[in-house]
């Protein structure tokens, strides 16, 4: 079984910033997609950026321009850094791996028919 650790999360207010890690012992961020997802209480389960093995980057229209997505090869970590956060990105955030970036929303994170997950990090942000 592949175990992801994500990690960073917390309550922030409305225009505030946090970065979310993500990091593994199983298997290389460089020869992997690698993906955050986001979960809030009765929506469906949203990719928000991803990064693949080859370094490009992807990014859901509702975070793109505030969130940036990279990865440190030495550390085999992928960050989340998240700007100009607003109350609407409340969720559990999750890192994935070994995802398909073309599939955009799943029912429920943490289903393994769509990667390997991490346990999830609650953002919070406040207005």
């Known amino acids: 079984e592949v175990q992801l650790v994500d990690s960073g999360g917390g309550s922030v207010q409305a225009g505030g910033s946090l970065t979310l890690s993500c990091t593994t012992a199983?298997?290389?961020?460089?020869?992997?997609?690698v993906g955050w997802y986001r979960q809030a209480p009765g929506t469906e389960c949203e990719l928000v950026p991803s990064?693949?093995?080859?370094?490009?980057?992807r990014y859901s229209a509702s975070v793109k321009g505030r969130f940036t997505i990279s990865r440190d090869s030495a550390k085999n970590t992928v960050y989340l850094q998240m700007n100009s956060l607003k109350p609407e990105d409340t969720a559990v955030y999750y890192c994935?791996?070994?995802?398909?970036?073309?599939?955009?929303?799943?029912?429920?994170?943490?289903?393994?028919?769509?990667?390997?997950w991490g346990q999830g990090t609650q953002v919070t942000v406040s207005s």
């Open positions: 994935a791996a070994d995802i398909l970036d073309t599939i955009w929303t799943i029912n429920h994170c943490r289903d393994p028919a769509f990667g390997n």
């Open positions: 199983a298997l290389s961020f460089t020869e992997t997609d």
């Open positions: 990064i693949r093995s080859d370094g490009m980057t």
